[in-house]
């Protein structure tokens, strides 16, 4: 198995950062991609550059998710379409924790279900799930710390748990699941990154960070691979970023951080 064994992918989220360069990757290696994004001129520019077939479709939509599932034999499914919002629960909204479900885990799971079923029959297939460190560990807020949104943390902890139960459902095809896990990446979920007056510029102009070909090709490397060999799961962080914190707050400073909510509560 491989890309030789392969012949049509899906990816979503494929208008910019990761999906884009994953579809030119894809293309790469001689796949047909259907490349499924909202953004019409940016899918336009895409298929214009690598000659990706045009998926204008929003992720919400079922029924338009359910037409394309039917329209083509997909061999590789790239799940990579995601939002991020940045909250802790106590300040956490109802809107983004709809969006972040939807968008992140409700899509993932339709799709999947849409698709590989179909990939099961011809016993041939890979599904590239691409989730986050923030799906495995908690991040507290300090100068280095974009999202500390418990609703993303929460979806991304989603896709883990369904690329690990989809193998199970799948044991004895040829069907193979991957989770690709990055640490930060230099996407657009930084929005005009360089910006002098964006407080999010820092994130990024100040730390050294992942490109989204770093991911592209870590999923090609999965997807690649030969038949006997099933790359699970690969986390993929910045070489000068570290995951993981043991923190005691003092009694003192306990105190001072329920007053201080105590305070917010009152005002």
């Not at 359910?66 to 990579?80: H, I, K, R, W």
């Not at 030969?226 to 105190?255: C, D, H, K, Y």
């Amino acid at each position: 198995m491989g890309f030789s064994d392969y012949r049509t992918a899906l990816v979503t989220g494929a208008s910019s950062g990761i999906g884009a360069a994953t579809v030119r990757r894809l293309r790469a290696e001689g796949l047909e991609v259907h490349a499924l994004a909202r953004d019409h001129q940016r899918l336009a520019s895409l298929s214009a550059e690598t000659g990706c077939r045009i998926c204008e479709v929003d992720v919400n939509d079922l029924a338009a998710l359910t037409q394309l599932a039917g329209s083509a034999e997909f061999d590789v499914l790239v799940n990579n379409a995601g939002q991020s919002r940045r909250s802790n629960i106590l300040g956490t909204a109802p809107e983004d924790v709809d969006t972040l479900v939807d968008v992140n885990l409700r899509a993932v799971l339709h799709l999947t279900r849409l698709v590989v079923p179909g990939m099961a029959k011809r016993d041939r297939g890979h599904v590239v799930n691409v989730s986050s460190i923030a799906g495995h560990y908690a991040f507290g807020e300090n100068a280095t710390t974009f999202n500390s949104s418990v609703a993303y943390h929460a979806t991304k902890a989603g896709i883990h748990s369904l690329s690990q139960q989809l193998r199970v459902d799948l044991y004895g095809t040829r069907v193979r699941v991957t989770e690709i896990s990055p640490g930060r990446v230099a996407t657009s979920i930084f929005q005009n990154q360089n910006a002098a007056d964006n407080p999010d510029a820092r994130f990024v102009g100040a730390f050294e960070t992942l490109q989204s070909d770093d991911i592209a090709d870590a999923i090609a490397f999965a997807v690649g691979a030969p038949a006997r060999m099933n790359v699970a799961m690969i986390e993929v962080v910045p070489t000068f970023q570290v995951v993981g914190e043991l923190r005691f707050a003092s009694r003192s400073e306990a105190a001072r951080l329920k007053d201080m909510r105590s305070g917010a509560d009152n005002a």
